[in-house]
């Protein structure tokens, strides 16, 4: 199950308009998080910080939608059973 909801954030939720725009505005927000270290780490050292924050930005989304999917699938599970009683 874990392995298809990767596939769906993979392919699905990465692509659509809001997730880019989200994407784009967080591409500023680091630019600007790493801007006063340009003045003392190389620009070698500034991209490998930079590729750490989108890594782990990257697998933080990926997991919090995880969750959240299988928290709605739980969420709807117990609304049914409520209803159905």
């Not at 199950?1 to 994407?23: A, R």
């Not at 006063?36 to 490998?48: A, C, F, H, R």
Request: overall charge negative; glycine content about 6%.
């Amino acid at each position: 199950m874990e392995d298809l909801l990767s596939k769906i954030y993979d392919k699905v939720v990465c692509e659509e308009p809001d997730s880019v725009q989200f994407g784009r505005e967080f591409d500023a927000i680091v630019e600007e998080m790493i801007e006063p270290l340009k003045g003392s780490k190389s620009e070698e050292e500034v991209e490998e910080i930079k590729e750490l924050i989108y890594q782990v930005t990257y697998f933080a989304e990926k997991y919090g939608f995880v969750i959240g999917v299988r928290f709605t699938g739980k969420l709807l599970a117990e609304v049914m059973s409520i209803v159905e009683s």
